[in-house]
């Protein structure tokens, strides 16, 4: 059985204080709430090294939010998959739209990416979604699906072993509009039908999570639903009491 992968994705937010109390709260309040679920969170990546020596022997994964396409040399202000590696990440964060939009990656950046994680064992969470329009023309799972295929068919289906898939859907992204339940279902069976045409272990295996305004009022649903396996968590992640809420919530649901 696997477990619940539950992702909080902090962005460009907190600060060292933010980052201690958080931790240490958590460790007081967490007691067994996770047993089926595997935690994982990104801070800002400035807080990547304090994080790990704050959650040293607990139950709590850490991740990034991204990683630079080069290993080393003269590209300023970028951190490499071996630096991720050194201080102890396990997760790195892919292709999400934030980053597709705001930085102009694509599909192509997102292979380059994912090719160095896998080189260096570390797991990755590759972001995939429609915006508002794909939606309405009912392209969905056309785009999600030709943001896998890529990787496939350059690295071939067993490079998607430990590997995630978040399906984030752009327009449900901060803004409190999340995508219904059985939406989402859909979406998740698609792309795991996809991928069994493949190999029907990795398309069972494999996590999909869902992402995009989850909150401690409707994580439940979501994990209710037959192939949504986790939860990539934005803004309610940054809120301690809502994070474990989620948490006690969900974590006994796929027994």
């Known amino acids: 059985m696997k ?13 060292k204080k933010f980052l201690i109390n958080f931790i240490n709260n958590f460790k ?3 007691k067994n709430i996770y047993k089926n679920c595997n935690i994982v969170i990104t801070p800002p990546s400035l807080y990547l090294d304090a994080f790990n020596y704050l959650t040293l022997n607990e139950n709590i994964n850490l991740g990034a939010q991204n990683v630079d396409v080069n290993v080393f040399g003269s590209f300023t202000g970028d951190l490499s998959v071996k630096m991720l590696k050194d201080v102890g990440v396990k997760y790195v964060i892919l292709g999400h739209s934030e980053r597709r939009i705001n930085y102009y990656e694509n599909n192509f950046t997102v292979l380059k990416k994912f090719i160095l994680l896998k080189k260096y064992n ?5 972001c995939i979604g429609e915006n508002y329009d794909e939606k309405k023309k009912k392209l969905t799972n056309k785009i999600c699906i030709n943001q896998i295929k890529i990787i496939i068919k350059k690295l071939g289906i067993k490079s998607l072993n430990n590997t995630v898939i978040a399906y984030e859907p752009i ?3 901060g803004t409190g509009k999340s995508a219904k339940p059985e939406y989402v279902q859909n979406v998740h069976s698609k792309i795991r039908s996809y ?3 493949y190999d029907k272990l990795i398309s069972k295996n494999i996590i999909i999570q869902y992402g995009g305004s989850v ?4 994580a439940k649903s979501f994990i209710l639903q ?3 396996d986790g939860l990539l968590i934005g803004n309610s992640s940054l809120k301690l009491n809502s994070f474990i809420k989620i948490i006690k919530e969900v974590s006994n649901l796929k027994n």
């Open 226 to 228: 037959h192939d949504i």
């Open 3 to 15: 477990k619940i992968l539950i992702v909080g994705n902090w962005k460009l937010n907190g600060n």
């Open 171 to 173: 327009w449900a992204i």
């Open 195 to 197: 991928i069994s045409k």
């Open 215 to 218: 909150n401690e009022k409707n």
């Open 122 to 126: 570390l797991i990755p969470i590759i």
């Open 28 to 30: 007081k309040k967490k």
